[in-house]
């Protein structure tokens, strides 16, 4: 019995933070499994905190807390983005901060559900999963309307394209998560010829996320006890 590892992706504040820790609470209430739940960006803000000195309440805060807080005449998000990126991926290691998440990971049983909140990067998810050894959830939520923050960044380019293309195709009055197993995304729309998500949350409003979560937290019960 070996519990699946979900990462959830999203543009920044498309509400994957809240589906996911809404994934926990079901998966910990209602089915009564054990469950972890972290972020890859757990040890960016770290790294940021000792390397800059940026609060915890800045590192952990609002977009707008961030943009409050300067260092060296750039905010917050800009260093986070500069840890992340240009430091953390380019200068030391591609994989830097999915080895960090597995070396996190590493200590939990099988039967502990392990959940990333935000998968940013092509092919991370599946990267982790292969190093966890755990089949792989992968979840994009959407909210349609949502101005893009930095769609041009590494950080947020893959998943800025991908939220684009599948906004495009959210049905009007959708229901709150969907399959895309059935030819959501064109046959090589960005050189896929499936799509690289299982499921597709459209975050419309507390009530859809809430009920996303649940069907997400059966599905999860379901593969953990097989």
């Known amino acids: 019995m070996t519990a699946p590892l979900v990462v959830v992706h999203g ?9 996911a820790r809404q994934l926990m609470a079901d998966i910990a209430v209602n089915h009564k499994l054990p469950v972890r739940l972290a972020a890859f960006a757990d040890a960016v803000k770290e790294t940021a905190r000792v390397l800059l000195g940026m ?3 800045i590192a952990h805060g609002s977009q707008e807390a961030m943009a409050s807080w ?3 005449g750039k905010d ?3 260093w986070l983005q500069w840890v992340g990126t240009e430091l953390g991926r380019k200068q030391l290691h591609e994989s830097i901060w999915i080895d960090r998440m597995a070396d996190r ?10 959940i990333v909140s935000d998968g940013q990067f092509e092919r991370e998810a599946q990267q982790l999963a292969d190093a966890l050894r755990r089949p792989l959830i992968s979840v994009l939520v ?6 893009p923050v930095d769609p041009a960044h590494a950080s947020e380019a893959w998943v800025h394209r991908l939220s684009h293309l599948y906004e495009g195709k959210v049905p009007s009055g959708a229901n709150e998560m ?7 995304v064109d046959r ?7 799509s690289p998500f299982d499921l597709v949350v459209v975050s419309r409003s507390v009530e859809f996320t809430e009920r996303a979560a649940a069907a997400l937290a059966a599905w999860v019960a379901q593969e953990a006890t097989a």
């Open 11 to 19: 543009r920044a504040q498309a509400g994957q933070d809240t589906f």
């Open 55 to 57: 609060p915890e309440e």
């Open 70 to 72: 300067t260092r060296y």
């Open 76 to 78: 917050a998000r800009y």
């Open 105 to 114: 990971f590493n200590d939990a049983p099988p039967e502990i559900a392990l």
């Open 142 to 147: 959407v909210r349609p309307g949502r101005v």
């Open 178 to 184: 969907f399959s895309l197993a059935q030819g959501m």
């Open 188 to 194: 090589g729309a960005f050189g896929y010829d499936t």
